[in-house]
């Protein structure tokens, strides 16, 4: 099954850190959050990714071509130019890259990439947000539901404490950051294949927008519930967090956490 994962964004709200990369290839734990997030369908059985690029596209090119010598010791002859490998971590991933322009949004990105989609269906995902979900009951959940398309969706704690109080203004009761009723759409979507006759190849065309309210407004649309953790990476604060994780040792979404065992 082909996994899209959405790499093409500018990540405006990280202008800190990404005015010189692109937000995918921001490091947790020293390893791009992409490799993380692809590590994640990777380590559950999913290893044919599409990348639609878009915003400084070519230093994710650069990091796939260059994957290998990154990750292993080698010797180089110089004379002939011929290199071996040593201590080389075996990575069967497949991963196709796709310029789909600077500032197309995500609909028409995956619009763009649809030639190589040779399957019944298809996963996608955003390049920013990590969890400890299992795909596995997501693609169960969506089969037996018979939709269209479904998404993940997670509860997000609020921002703020909230309140209740009497008439008078005395405090009944105090929750500091309490975890809203409602559900936010964080991604982790699978798809039928007759999905793309939603899209577009118009830049303008955006997944949430049009194709997923039409979508759930004809009832094709389901949602899968994940109570477990997610984590996205909207702000310095959450790129800071996230490294925090990783260097406690208490990373929920990766295998193994810390960096000191991770192929």
Same mark, same amino acid.
């Given at each position: 099954?082909?996994?899209?994962i959405m790499c093409g964004g ?32 990777a380590r559950q059985g999913f ?32 004379? @002939? !130019? &011929?290199?071996? /490998? ?7 991933? $497949?991963?196709?890259?796709?310029? #789909? ?43 037996? @539901? !018979? &939709?269209?398309? /479904? ?7 609020? $921002?703020?404490?909230?309140?209740? #109080? ?39 065309c955006d997944l949430e927008k ?54």
């Amino acid at each position: 099954m082909k996994v899209i994962i959405m790499c093409g964004g500018k990540g405006t709200r990280l202008r800190e850190e990404t005015g010189t990369r692109p937000k995918p290839m921001l490091d947790i734990g020293g390893r791009p959050i992409l490799w993380h997030i692809m590590d994640i369908y990777a380590r559950q059985g999913f290893k044919d990714f599409i990348l639609p690029l878009g915003y400084k596209g070519d230093m994710i090119k650069q990091y796939f071509w260059e994957y290998k010598i990154r990750n292993s010791d080698f010797t180089i002859d110089l004379a @002939s !130019g &011929n290199m071996t /490998t040593h201590n080389s971590c075996p990575t069967d991933w $497949r991963v196709t890259m796709c310029d #789909t322009g600077q500032d197309t949004m995500k609909g028409a990105r995956i619009s763009q990439v649809a030639r190589h989609i040779d399957t019944q269906r298809f996963m996608v995902t955003y390049g920013d947000g990590v969890a400890d979900i299992d795909l596995h009951a997501l693609l169960d959940f969506h089969i037996r @539901s !018979g &939709n269209t398309g /479904t998404f993940t969706g997670v509860r997000m704690p609020s $921002r703020f404490g909230a309140v209740q #109080t009497d008439e008078q203004g005395n405090i009944l009761s105090w929750q500091e950051k309490p975890v809203l009723n409602e559900y936010i759409n964080c991604g982790f979507f699978v798809f039928e294949r007759e999905f793309l006759n939603y899209l577009s190849d118009d830049p303008s065309c955006d997944l949430e927008k049009e194709p997923l309210e039409r979508l759930a407004a004809e009832g094709r649309l389901g949602m899968y519930p994940h109570d477990g953790f997610w984590h996205c990476m909207d702000t310095l604060r959450d790129y800071n967090d996230l490294n925090a994780m990783w260097n406690s040792g208490s990373a929920p979404w990766a295998a193994t956490a810390g960096g000191s065992d991770v192929c």
